[in-house]
């Protein structure tokens, strides 16, 4: 049973601002205002620079093979399944650490409205992860929509920040300097862990990948909505961090656990930090829209080629999505999250997704043709490795110790499957 081709070029692009612009922005900020200071919005630029050239090669790789798993397809068409399986696994482990922190920070800013206890922090992590959950078991396109409409709803009080914060800024020009001044207070050590939080900030353009078989002309459409999601992206995070910083000192910004209120209780008082704590929650929810839609993509496609439980590439008769998969992947989330080590789970979160990437830029050198005249496609590739090296070196001990036992992991569920398929064949 075929997955319907039911998502537009506007949808694509949305599924793409969505999935990136989430909870990142609402918290990253403080984070790395406690490592770095000021100096954040320079490792906001690098991060973003690097996020474009990645997300350029994954726009390249996608045009030669445009088939639904995204990575998973790219790296299994120039190297064979079990790297093509390793990737995949790799972008599962990554992007299920970034579903359950949706559930964290949507609670978090729940909190600005009604005071909740721990049980009631529960309930409400769950009907979020599983709300969505059905939602997108109802149908790509019902799925689609919604993400239009969060996408839409969720950059309202960012523009609204940033031109309010514009405005404020213009009329107090010295806050600029005082907290822009001295740029880095606690120097440039932490300068690699910070980039590491940022640069997931950053990331989830993979997720316009994975759906490739429910897009209407895939191999035009998806490059296109990369390139166009990613620099309205980068436009987007550098404008607020830059009011952010500007307006905000960097010490008040570390102890915050909700950074943007800040700002918007700043530039308009009260009803400014409601518009904004509102924002978040619709922020959140459309990238976790976004994650749960192309997620349970990449379980559909590797349980197809065999490599995975036969149970995630189970199809709804009537909605003609994998219901399974969604239900699972919705399970998984709601216990992780349980965990609110947020730091902790980006940071694993990217080291998974560095060496993802790694192995998508190996592919595009094995997948390119010379006649397709892409910018940069010759060298795009070696700059995307040297990046995902650079990520890889910055994140934890822990990260690279339990990060390799999970690679480990998957190679031993790779042979049990290929195996198992092999006997049955």
């Not at 973003?48 to 790219?74: C, N, R, W």
């Not at 839609?293 to 080629?305: Q, T």
Request: with cysteine; hydrophobic share 55%.
């Amino acid at each position: 049973m075929n997955l319907k081709k039911q998502l537009s070029s506007f949808d694509l692009t949305n599924l793409i601002i969505g999935s990136v612009i989430g909870a990142d922005i609402y918290i990253t900020p403080g984070l790395t205002a406690a490592m770095i200071g000021p100096a954040s919005i320079v490792v906001w630029v690098v991060a973003g620079v690097f996020a474009l050239v990645i997300a350029l090669v994954f726009s390249y790789t996608s045009y030669y093979v445009p088939k639904v798993g995204g990575p998973f397809a790219f790296v299994s068409k120039a190297f064979g399944k079990f790297y093509g399986f390793l990737t995949g696994w790799l972008m599962l482990i990554a992007e299920m650490m970034a579903l359950p922190l949706f559930a964290i920070v949507f609670t978090r800013y729940l909190h600005f409205f009604i005071e909740l206890d721990s049980w009631q922090e529960v309930l409400v992590k769950g009907l979020f992860i599983f709300s969505l959950t059905i939602v997108n078991i109802l149908g790509v396109k019902l799925g689609g929509r919604v993400n239009d409409v969060l996408t839409l709803m969720k950059l309202a009080p960012l523009v609204l920040v940033i031109a309010l914060g514009f405005i404020f800024l213009s009329y107090n020009p010295e806050n600029i300097s005082q907290n822009y001044s001295p740029i880095a207070p606690l120097g440039w050590e932490n300068f690699g862990p910070a980039l590491v939080l940022i640069f997931w900030a950053y990331a989830g353009f993979e997720m316009g990948t994975l759906p490739a078989s429910e897009v209407k002309n895939p191999k035009r459409v998806i490059p296109k909505a990369i390139t166009i999601g990613m620099i309205l992206v980068t436009l987007f995070y550098l404008s607020t961090n830059f009011v952010l910083y500007g307006s905000i000192n960097w010490i008040e910004l570390s102890h915050s656990t909700l950074p943007l209120v800040l700002a918007g209780t700043l530039v308009i008082g009260y009803v400014g930090g409601v518009i904004v704590s509102f924002g978040a929650l619709t922020s959140v929810t459309g990238a976790s829209s976004s994650f749960v839609l192309g997620v349970s993509r990449l379980y559909y496609a590797m349980s197809s080629e065999g490599l995975f439980p036969k149970v995630f590439s189970k199809i709804h008769k009537k909605y003609k999505t994998p219901f399974m998969a969604l239900i699972i992947q919705g399970i998984i989330a709601f216990f992780l999250s349980m965990y609110a080590g947020i730091s902790q789970l980006i940071s694993f979160s990217v080291f998974n997704m560095a060496i993802m990437y790694l192995l998508v830029c190996l592919s595009l050198i094995v997948l390119k043709k010379e006649e397709t005249k892409f910018i940069g496609q010759k060298v795009l590739p070696f700059v995307g490795m040297a990046i995902c090296v650079f990520l890889i070196y910055s994140t934890t001990v822990y990260d690279k110790i339990f990060g390799t036992l999970f690679v480990i992991l998957g190679i031993g569920i790779y042979f049990f499957f290929s195996r198992k398929n092999s006997t049955n064949s």
